[in-house]
T-cell receptor, first 111, second 115 residues
Protein backbone atom coordinates (compact mmCIF):
# COMPACT_ATOMS: atom_id res chain seq x y z
CA UNK A 1 0.00 0.00 0.00
CA UNK A 2 1.27 3.43 -0.91
CA UNK A 3 2.05 5.37 2.22
CA UNK A 4 3.79 8.48 3.47
CA UNK A 5 4.96 8.72 7.08
CA UNK A 6 6.34 11.83 8.72
CA UNK A 7 8.33 12.00 11.93
CA UNK A 8 8.38 13.31 14.51
CA UNK A 9 4.74 14.34 14.91
CA UNK A 10 5.84 17.40 16.86
CA UNK A 11 9.17 19.09 17.41
CA UNK A 12 10.08 21.85 19.82
CA UNK A 13 13.32 23.72 19.21
CA UNK A 14 15.06 26.68 20.73
CA UNK A 15 15.83 29.50 18.35
CA UNK A 16 19.10 28.66 16.58
CA UNK A 17 18.89 24.92 17.35
CA UNK A 18 19.17 23.07 14.02
CA UNK A 19 17.28 19.84 13.37
CA UNK A 20 15.73 17.64 10.67
CA UNK A 21 12.24 16.44 9.79
CA UNK A 22 11.76 13.08 8.11
CA UNK A 23 9.37 11.91 5.40
CA UNK A 24 9.50 8.23 4.45
CA UNK A 25 7.46 6.81 1.58
CA UNK A 26 6.59 3.42 0.12
CA UNK A 27 5.18 4.33 -3.28
CA UNK A 28 6.51 2.08 -6.01
CA UNK A 29 7.86 4.56 -8.50
CA UNK A 30 8.29 8.19 -7.52
CA UNK A 31 7.28 10.99 -9.86
CA UNK A 32 7.80 13.76 -7.33
CA UNK A 33 8.06 14.52 -3.62
CA UNK A 34 6.75 17.84 -2.36
CA UNK A 35 7.26 19.79 0.86
CA UNK A 36 4.71 22.32 2.07
CA UNK A 37 4.47 24.66 5.02
CA UNK A 38 1.07 25.13 6.65
CA UNK A 39 0.23 27.84 9.18
CA UNK A 40 -2.76 27.35 11.50
CA UNK A 41 -6.08 27.88 9.73
CA UNK A 42 -4.46 28.40 6.33
CA UNK A 43 -3.82 26.42 3.18
CA UNK A 44 -0.46 24.72 2.57
CA UNK A 45 2.25 26.83 0.97
CA UNK A 46 4.60 25.13 -1.48
CA UNK A 47 8.27 24.90 -0.53
CA UNK A 48 10.14 22.33 -2.65
CA UNK A 49 9.80 19.64 -5.33
CA UNK A 50 12.30 16.77 -5.45
CA UNK A 51 12.19 13.95 -7.98
CA UNK A 52 15.46 12.07 -8.08
CA UNK A 53 17.57 10.46 -5.37
CA UNK A 54 20.49 12.65 -4.38
CA UNK A 55 18.70 15.85 -5.25
CA UNK A 56 18.87 18.81 -2.84
CA UNK A 57 16.98 22.10 -2.78
CA UNK A 58 17.54 25.09 -0.49
CA UNK A 59 15.55 28.12 0.52
CA UNK A 60 16.74 30.42 3.29
CA UNK A 61 17.11 28.25 6.43
CA UNK A 62 15.50 25.19 4.82
CA UNK A 63 17.19 22.44 2.85
CA UNK A 64 15.37 19.42 1.44
CA UNK A 65 17.12 16.20 0.43
CA UNK A 66 15.88 13.00 -1.17
CA UNK A 67 16.94 9.33 -1.09
CA UNK A 68 15.17 6.34 -2.63
CA UNK A 69 12.95 5.83 0.40
CA UNK A 70 12.87 9.08 2.34
CA UNK A 71 13.31 12.81 2.34
CA UNK A 72 14.66 15.13 5.00
CA UNK A 73 13.84 18.76 5.62
CA UNK A 74 16.81 20.28 7.42
CA UNK A 75 16.22 23.48 9.34
CA UNK A 76 19.37 25.45 10.12
CA UNK A 77 19.34 28.02 12.94
CA UNK A 78 15.54 28.25 13.01
CA UNK A 79 13.68 31.38 14.03
CA UNK A 80 10.26 31.63 15.75
CA UNK A 81 8.69 32.54 12.40
CA UNK A 82 9.61 29.08 11.12
CA UNK A 83 7.00 27.64 13.50
CA UNK A 84 4.38 25.84 11.39
CA UNK A 85 3.29 22.38 10.33
CA UNK A 86 5.42 20.93 7.54
CA UNK A 87 3.69 18.53 5.17
CA UNK A 88 5.23 16.03 2.79
CA UNK A 89 3.39 14.68 -0.28
CA UNK A 90 4.32 12.10 -2.88
CA UNK A 91 3.11 11.67 -6.44
CA UNK A 92 3.48 8.18 -7.87
CA UNK A 93 4.76 7.60 -11.40
CA UNK A 94 1.95 5.13 -12.20
CA UNK A 95 -0.86 7.50 -11.17
CA UNK A 96 -0.23 11.19 -11.79
CA UNK A 97 -3.66 12.12 -10.48
CA UNK A 98 -3.11 11.30 -6.84
CA UNK A 99 -0.92 12.84 -4.20
CA UNK A 100 -0.28 10.94 -0.95
CA UNK A 101 0.15 13.18 2.07
CA UNK A 102 1.81 12.53 5.39
CA UNK A 103 0.17 13.75 8.58
CA UNK A 104 2.79 16.47 9.05
CA UNK A 105 5.35 17.59 11.62
CA UNK A 106 4.31 20.46 13.85
CA UNK A 107 7.36 22.60 14.52
CA UNK A 108 7.50 25.07 17.41
CA UNK A 109 10.55 27.32 17.65
CA UNK A 110 10.87 29.17 20.93
CA UNK A 111 12.81 32.44 21.20
CA UNK B 1 -2.65 38.25 -8.90
CA UNK B 2 -3.32 34.65 -9.84
CA UNK B 3 -4.50 32.29 -7.17
CA UNK B 4 -7.21 30.15 -5.67
CA UNK B 5 -10.06 31.54 -3.64
CA UNK B 6 -12.35 29.58 -1.34
CA UNK B 7 -15.51 30.81 0.27
CA UNK B 8 -16.80 31.08 2.83
CA UNK B 9 -13.90 30.96 5.31
CA UNK B 10 -16.20 29.60 8.02
CA UNK B 11 -19.42 27.65 7.47
CA UNK B 12 -21.90 26.22 9.92
CA UNK B 13 -24.26 23.42 9.01
CA UNK B 14 -27.33 22.16 10.76
CA UNK B 15 -28.19 18.49 10.86
CA UNK B 16 -29.80 17.31 7.62
CA UNK B 17 -28.69 20.34 5.65
CA UNK B 18 -26.71 20.39 2.41
CA UNK B 19 -24.03 23.06 2.06
CA UNK B 20 -21.84 24.10 -0.86
CA UNK B 21 -18.23 25.22 -0.62
CA UNK B 22 -16.90 27.43 -3.39
CA UNK B 23 -13.51 27.11 -5.09
CA UNK B 24 -12.38 29.41 -7.89
CA UNK B 25 -8.99 29.66 -9.60
CA UNK B 26 -7.62 32.12 -12.16
CA UNK B 27 -4.38 30.22 -12.79
CA UNK B 28 -5.69 28.58 -15.96
CA UNK B 29 -5.00 25.19 -14.38
CA UNK B 30 -6.59 22.09 -15.83
CA UNK B 31 -6.85 19.91 -12.72
CA UNK B 32 -8.62 20.72 -9.46
CA UNK B 33 -8.88 18.82 -6.19
CA UNK B 34 -10.84 18.76 -2.94
CA UNK B 35 -9.22 17.54 0.26
CA UNK B 36 -10.43 17.14 3.80
CA UNK B 37 -8.07 17.78 6.72
CA UNK B 38 -8.77 16.57 10.25
CA UNK B 39 -6.53 17.30 13.26
CA UNK B 40 -3.43 15.10 13.31
CA UNK B 41 -4.22 13.54 9.94
CA UNK B 42 -2.89 14.02 6.47
CA UNK B 43 -4.95 15.48 3.66
CA UNK B 44 -7.52 13.00 2.35
CA UNK B 45 -8.74 13.23 -1.23
CA UNK B 46 -12.48 13.70 -1.74
CA UNK B 47 -12.81 14.36 -5.49
CA UNK B 48 -10.64 15.53 -8.34
CA UNK B 49 -11.21 16.78 -11.86
CA UNK B 50 -8.73 16.79 -14.72
CA UNK B 51 -10.95 18.56 -17.22
CA UNK B 52 -14.25 20.38 -17.52
CA UNK B 53 -17.34 18.18 -17.22
CA UNK B 54 -15.33 15.27 -15.83
CA UNK B 55 -14.44 14.31 -12.26
CA UNK B 56 -13.44 11.23 -10.29
CA UNK B 57 -14.03 10.04 -6.76
CA UNK B 58 -11.16 10.12 -4.33
CA UNK B 59 -10.68 8.03 -1.21
CA UNK B 60 -13.53 9.51 0.86
CA UNK B 61 -16.19 10.62 -1.66
CA UNK B 62 -19.22 9.25 0.19
CA UNK B 63 -21.55 12.04 1.29
CA UNK B 64 -19.97 14.61 -1.06
CA UNK B 65 -20.73 15.75 -4.60
CA UNK B 66 -18.98 18.06 -7.07
CA UNK B 67 -19.44 19.67 -10.47
CA UNK B 68 -16.99 21.09 -13.00
CA UNK B 69 -18.98 23.19 -15.47
CA UNK B 70 -16.23 25.77 -15.91
CA UNK B 71 -12.47 25.45 -15.89
CA UNK B 72 -12.18 28.06 -13.15
CA UNK B 73 -14.71 26.61 -10.73
CA UNK B 74 -15.00 23.36 -8.76
CA UNK B 75 -17.69 23.62 -6.04
CA UNK B 76 -18.07 20.93 -3.39
CA UNK B 77 -21.43 20.06 -1.85
CA UNK B 78 -21.46 18.39 1.55
CA UNK B 79 -24.71 16.47 1.71
CA UNK B 80 -26.72 15.30 4.69
CA UNK B 81 -25.40 11.80 3.96
CA UNK B 82 -21.98 12.87 5.25
CA UNK B 83 -22.30 11.97 8.93
CA UNK B 84 -19.18 13.63 10.25
CA UNK B 85 -18.52 16.68 8.08
CA UNK B 86 -16.81 18.89 10.66
CA UNK B 87 -13.35 19.48 9.18
CA UNK B 88 -11.09 21.88 7.31
CA UNK B 89 -11.66 21.67 3.54
CA UNK B 90 -8.93 22.54 1.08
CA UNK B 91 -9.18 23.10 -2.64
CA UNK B 92 -6.12 22.74 -4.86
CA UNK B 93 -5.25 23.10 -8.51
CA UNK B 94 -2.55 21.73 -10.77
CA UNK B 95 -1.34 23.05 -14.15
CA UNK B 96 -1.80 19.66 -15.80
CA UNK B 97 -0.23 16.23 -15.80
CA UNK B 98 2.01 16.57 -18.85
CA UNK B 99 5.65 17.34 -18.11
CA UNK B 100 6.35 18.06 -14.50
CA UNK B 101 6.20 16.93 -11.77
CA UNK B 102 4.13 19.93 -10.82
CA UNK B 103 3.20 21.05 -7.36
CA UNK B 104 -0.37 21.64 -6.30
CA UNK B 105 -1.48 25.17 -5.42
CA UNK B 106 -3.82 25.40 -2.44
CA UNK B 107 -6.59 27.77 -1.49
CA UNK B 108 -6.96 29.27 2.01
CA UNK B 109 -9.49 26.65 3.13
CA UNK B 110 -13.02 26.54 4.51
CA UNK B 111 -13.70 25.40 8.07
CA UNK B 112 -17.04 23.60 8.27
CA UNK B 113 -18.69 23.00 11.61
CA UNK B 114 -21.84 21.00 12.26
CA UNK B 115 -24.13 22.55 14.86
Amino acid sequence: EDQVTQSPEALRLQEGESSSLNCSYTVSGLRGLFWYRQDPGKGPEFLFTLYSAGEEKEKERLKATLTKKESFLHITAPKPEDSATYLCAVQASYNFNKFYFGSGTKLNVKP
Amino acid sequence: DGGITQSPKYLFRKEGQNVTLSCEQNLNHDAMYWYRQDPGQGLRLIYYSQIVNDFQKGDIAEGYSVSREKKESFPLTVTSAQKNPTAFYLCASLPGLAGGPHEQFFGPGTRLTVL
